[in-house]
């Protein structure tokens, strides 16, 4: 028979490590199912805009989406549960379990009604703040001017009294530079050492605990039941080989870039355990008022808090 | 520009009016400025705001360019071409505006359809019905500029020369 | 597309039809998907604000007034309005990220006073669409901005890169005027019998406000306060409260600036929506693949892989916009030249050099495109694109000074580190 060809696309681009991964996640997809799977990944939101990745595929425009659920949180706030729980976990491998221990069939639930199948998730490692002044606890975060993505992210830091402002992420560097704001939120330590944002901020929250943004791999579900079982099963594998590769590749960019950053004068702030569940306890508040958005947020919601109370990630 | 029924004339003077919304950018923006650095209090609404405006600017400035069938042309084989000619040229503009007007209008209308239906938000802090409004909006005046191609081919067709005048004369910056 | 159809349709519709085509009917959607995407990027917004700002300015007659000013201290040297509109051009430059609003900025005040002036019409094209176009070199740069997130590179880091071939490839543009000046008187007029002296009345109505709006302008960015596109509302209500301040504010003329911005603004965006458009689907229809195994495919030395990768930044640049040259080669052509030794930074240089060039060259010449969008009727594409060939030759000449040294964009980021 002919091999399926399947358009996905990323908003990641081809030399990133997500970007990577994904690269390689079409080429296991093809050898896993000997070739009657050819999937082609479109890098850099080359084909539509981030945030219409997800629709894109729903309507058959592409066939996948390798985005993730932050870009459609509009759609459905639960969306947000499936994209990033700020400051929830603290390791990839937390979060992973979740969605093996029922959040995957609970994300389907979810996805199917968009038209969308979720194939499976992976995770890099969490992301760091970048600071021009010192960063070393919960309570440096009051009065705390940074640039942040909108949505959850800057409901969370507001109730900390930190002032989040949301800017174009190219006016981060002069608006650091000047003092207008002291810090931004981009991506994980290695990223903003490549980014440039150590040429000027001196202070990053390492490792990481706000922000972790959950990559999803998800597909057409006509065009995901049109794929017959070993085909299925060769996607899933496809992820389960790249997930645990992204977090031992992202581990290690980020203690290279830790030990470069060190040594350049950068003070890598690591926050106690208290501190750190103080955080949690404060976007807990957040997740919560997310969840009376809509019944699907409310069923995320619960069944993270359960997952979490379960492992003792809260108390 | 007496041959354009007047209808259209007004019709299209609507469409200018969406110019003042760059009036009303630039006073969101004055405030967003303002409230952030004299008062302390950056808004959550004013950039979502002006990003908003400035869409719908957007698609009214496209509308009232094919109104006004200035729209960007490469016209060196077009002048040299005898009138017959320019008459086929003109068959293939119309053709090519219907394709890429309408095939935006009928194929972008069901899911537009669907986050008006939903009124689907943007998924940001002030959270603005962005796509709910905009998505439908893109296929309202690509319908318009289809009808448009359509008017201004049969100007062509007439011997009605495009609605420029104003322009020239506006301007007067040849003394 | 010669046939006079107009580009946002010949370029949408060949979109909708390859669509239809190669993957079937519900992949037409992609355009609609397209113009939303674009119509909703902020960045898009300065465009309008700064064509808005010109406008106005143009319908004041400051600008006027500042070319009759620099006329008298400048109007006795050979090509001196030319040159300062050059000057003005690098100034707005580093004020602005775009070449838009800047392009039409200088066709609106520029053009028409080296009109009257009676400049070599060419000469004077050629200058404001080069000068123009300098607006992406000199940082700040969207363009460098965009490649910087593209190709995970310090922006800071491109910014201090370009900042010397920037105004370095501006200091050619002033040799090549004062050259051809010199060479031949008749390009520009000979200098009034008698040049008035320049008064304290010619600073304050003719220099002063101007010097206001780029201060605030350049405080704005540069001072971190805010962003571009709020720099260019601002500097739009900053424009407002001149012209009332001259007198010269009525209804009439805001109304007639807030129509003609709106169709300047109509031209320029759906020419940009029809030609993504077609990026779009060229990108799904697996052009990337193409271009990668035609690269990689080959076996030379790696300087002529370079020379390679800048031939097809300016082949692409004859019929697509830098985004999309951007978002189609820079993922797939960084790792390469990484791999072969050489530094992103320098890239990143190079690639904006040769936009420069894909700005002015034809049949997709965005600066040309811009600026006939606010020119007089007489003053075809045609026109504007013949003018434009010697200064692509400078930027050629240029970019091949750049790949042989490349310490003209290095030394600047080493010695600040
Ligand atoms: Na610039
Ligand atoms: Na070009």
């Known amino acids: ?315 | 520009m007496q041959a354009t029924p007047k209808r259209v004339r007004s019709f299209q003077f609507v469409v200018a009016l969406f110019s003042l919304l760059l009036l009303i950018i630039v006073g969101v923006t004055f405030y967003e400025v303002i409230a952030r650095y004299i008062f302390r209090t950056p808004t959550i609404w004013a950039n979502e705001l002006a990003l908003w405006l400035s869409a719908i600017l957007f698609l009214a400035a496209g509308l009232y360019a094919m109104q006004r069938d200035q729209h960007l042309r490469i016209t060196v084989l077009y002048d040299a071409s005898p009138a017959w000619l320019q008459r086929i040229f003109d068959l293939i503009t119309l053709a090519c505006c219907l394709t890429f007007c309408l095939g935006i209008a009928w194929f972008g209308a069901p899911s537009s359809w669907q986050s008006l239906m939903n009124w689907e938000p943007f998924g940001t802090a002030w959270n603005p019905p962005i796509p709910a409004t905009v998505k439908p909006l893109i296929v309202l005046t690509t319908g318009l500029m289809a009808l448009y191609g359509i008017i201004n081919c049969v100007k062509r067709f007439r011997g009605i020369p495009a609605d420029t005048a104003e322009s020239v004369t506006e301007d007067n910056r040849v003394d | 597309m010669a046939l006079g159809v107009p580009l946002a349709f010949a370029a949408g519709s060949l979109a909708v039809l390859v669509s239809y085509l190669k993957f079937g009917p519900a992949v037409i959607a992609l355009a609609h998907k397209t113009v939303y995407g674009l119509a909703t990027e902020y960045s898009l917004l300065s465009v309008p604000l700064f064509i808005l700002m010109a406008t106005l300015l143009e319908r004041s007659r400051l600008a006027q007034d500042l070319y009759d000013a620099l006329f008298k201290v400048f109007g006795n040297l050979k090509g001196g309005v030319a040159t300062v509109t050059l000057i003005i051009s690098v100034f707005m430059a580093a004020i602005s990220g775009i070449i838009g609003g800047e392009i039409v900025l200088l066709g609106l005040i520029a053009l028409p006073q080296m009109m009257r002036l009676q400049y070599d019409r060419k000469l004077s094209i050629g200058i404001i669409c080069a000068g123009g176009s300098l607006g992406t070199m000199v940082p700040p740069s969207i363009v460098l901005i965009i490649y910087g997130l593209t190709a995970d590179v310090s922006v800071q880091k491109l910014f201090l890169a370009s900042f010397v071939p920037g105004f370095a490839l501006a200091f050619a543009y002033f040799a090549y005027i004062y050259i051809r000046c010199t060479l031949n008187p008749a390009l520009t007029p000979k200098a009034p019998e008698k040049t008035e002296p320049f008064t304290k009345q010619d600073f304050l109505r003719g220099v002063l406000p101007l010097l206001v709006l780029i201060g605030i302008v350049f405080g704005c960015i540069y001072g971190g306060v805010t962003s571009i596109t709020e720099a260019a509302g601002i500097a739009v209500g900053v424009s407002i409260l001149i012209i009332a301040l001259r007198s010269e504010l009525n209804i009439t003329m805001l109304w007639q600036a807030l129509t003609r911005t709106l169709q300047s603004c109509g031209i320029i965006l759906w020419v940009t929506f029809g030609a993504a458009s077609l990026i779009a689907i060229y990108n799904l229809s697996g052009g990337q693949r193409f271009v990668t195994g035609m690269i990689t495919g080959l076996d030379i030395a790696p300087v002529v892989t370079i020379m390679l990768m800048m031939a097809i930044f300016i082949v692409l640049g004859l019929f697509m916009d830098w985004i999309g040259i951007l978002l189609l080669t820079i993922p797939i052509f960084v790792p390469i030249v990484t791999q072969l030794g050489y530094d992103p930074v320098w890239f990143g240089v190079l690639f904006s050099l040769t936009m420069q060039v894909a700005f002015l060259s034809p049949p997709f010449g965005p600066a040309a495109f811009y600026l006939k969008s606010v020119a007089p009727p007489e003053i075809t594409l045609q026109t504007i694109f013949a003018s434009l060939w010697p200064f692509m030759l400078i930027q050629i000449a240029f970019l091949a000074l750049m790949l042989t040294f490349p310490s003209i964009a290095l030394w600047l980021p080493e010695i600040l580190n």
């Open chain 1, 1 to 315: 028979a002919d091999p399926t060809p399947l358009q996905f696309q990323t908003h990641h681009n081809a030399s990133s490590l997500q970007g990577k991964a994904l690269l390689r996640f079409a080429d296991l997809v093809k050898e896993y199912s000997d070739g009657t799977v050819q999937i082609e990944m479109h890098t850099s939101s080359s084909v539509v805009n981030s945030n219409e990745a997800f629709e894109a595929s729903s309507m058959g425009i592409i066939d996948g989406d390798a985005t993730g659920a932050g870009y459609i949180t509009g759609k459905n706030p639960a969306f947000q549960f499936y994209g990033d729980i700020m400051g929830g976990y603290s390791t990839p491998e937390q979060l992973l379990g979740w969605y093996k221990d029922g959040g995957l069939d609970l994300a389907n639930e979810l996805y199917h009604k968009f038209n969308m199948h979720l194939v499976g998730v992976f995770i890099a490692t969490p992301e760091s703040l970048s600071s021009t002044t010192p960063l070393a606890g919960i309570n440096d975060l009051k009065g705390w001017k940074f640039r942040s993505p909108p949505g959850m992210e800057s409901e969370i830091f507001q109730k900390l009294g930190a002032g989040p402002v949301v800017m174009p992420f190219g006016e981060v560097f002069t608006a650091m530079s000047t003092g207008t704001v002291s810090g931004a939120d981009a991506s994980t330590l290695a990223v903003n050492k490549k980014l440039g944002l150590y040429d000027i901020a001196k202070y990053a929250t390492y490792p990481g605990f706000h922000s972790m943004p959950i990559e999803h791999i998800a597909i057409n579900l006509e065009k995901w039941n049109a794929l017959n079982d070993t085909q299925q099963k060769a996607m899933q594998d496809a992820i389960a080989t790249i997930a645990p590769e992204v977090i031992a590749e992202s581990n290690k960019l980020d203690q290279e870039a830790a030990k470069e950053l060190t040594e350049a004068g950068v003070t890598l702030e690591d926050w106690s355990n208290e501190d750190r569940l103080a955080f949690r306890k404060a976007a807990q508040d957040v997740w919560a008022d997310w969840a009376t958005r809509s019944p699907e947020a409310k069923a995320a919601y619960d069944a993270h808090i359960a997952y979490m109370k379960k492992n003792g990630i809260l108390d």
